[in-house]
């Protein structure tokens, strides 16, 4: 089955910085990979996904981009803001089934 | 309506008893699905309805029992449970995709503790 690995588990930045978190996947199979913000108490909200015949996708202040090759995805939040602070899930999906991340932890400072 | 609808919020119950969690979607998903979610870990995947069918059950003990009566509706049965089976339980729903692009919205989750 698919395996995704998900770095950092916890990442801390100062409002208005930047913040990348990196996933990688196991299955060259997997096509579809959506990112998902968890808020405490809350259940995980869909924020951007990349399908695997696009490289990159931008929404605002949030990109997602895709290494096939590599077997690599990345989020990058710019001009992150308190309200970014939450749990990122990654995944990643094979024969319609999602595989998640462990989760990062993002903090934003003010 | 793109919203995934989940009761009870919060539920406490004790290992004899019999309770139901229920889930609505009215966004016309044909798939819909029942995850459990400990503190600080990911989604694990429970089962996976398909046209009302059940389509996957990741190996879930017969103490939780799914149950999907139409299109719109999905029913966690729950019995005889553990402390251990103590966790977030989300829900969520999508278009059956026959590609493998699984846009998965999920409700807010009922927080289930039992003692």
């Known amino acids: 089955g698919e395996n995704v690995e998900q770095h950092p588990s916890t990442l801390s930045v100062q409002e208005g910085d930047s913040a990348v978190i990196k996933c990688t996947y196991s299955?060259?199979?997997?096509?579809?990979f959506p990112w998902y913000k968890q808020e405490l108490g809350k259940g995980p909200q869909l924020i951007i996904d990349i399908r695997s015949n696009v490289g990159e996708k931008k929404d605002q202040r949030i990109a997602v981009t895709l290494n096939k090759t590599a077997k690599h995805f990345s989020l990058h939040i710019t001009e992150t803001q308190p309200e970014d602070s939450a749990v990122y899930f990654c995944?990643?999906?094979?024969?319609?089934?999602?595989?998640f991340g462990k989760g990062t932890m993002l903090l934003v400072s003010p | 309506d793109t919203e995934v609808t989940q009761t009870p919020k919060h539920l406490v119950m004790g290992m004899t008893n019999k309770k139901s969690l229920k889930c609505e979607q009215h966004?016309?998903?044909?798939?819909m699905y029942w995850y459990k979610q400990k503190a600080k870990k990911p989604p694990e995947l429970m089962f996976v309805y398909s046209y009302e069918k059940l389509s996957i059950n990741e190996s879930v003990p017969s103490r939780f029992s799914p149950e999907c009566p139409n299109s719109s509706l999905l029913n966690l049965h729950l019995h005889a449970l553990q402390p251990e089976d103590s966790a977030l339980y989300l829900c969520?729903?999508?278009?059956?995709?026959?590609?493998?692009?699984?846009?998965?919205?999920f409700g807010p989750g009922t927080r289930l503790t039992v003692l």
């Open positions: 299955d060259s199979a997997s096509n579809y």
């Open positions: 969520a729903s999508s278009q059956v995709e026959t590609g493998g692009f699984n846009e998965q919205f």
């Open positions: 966004m016309g998903h044909r798939a």
């Open positions: 995944a990643a999906t094979l024969y319609s089934t999602l595989t």
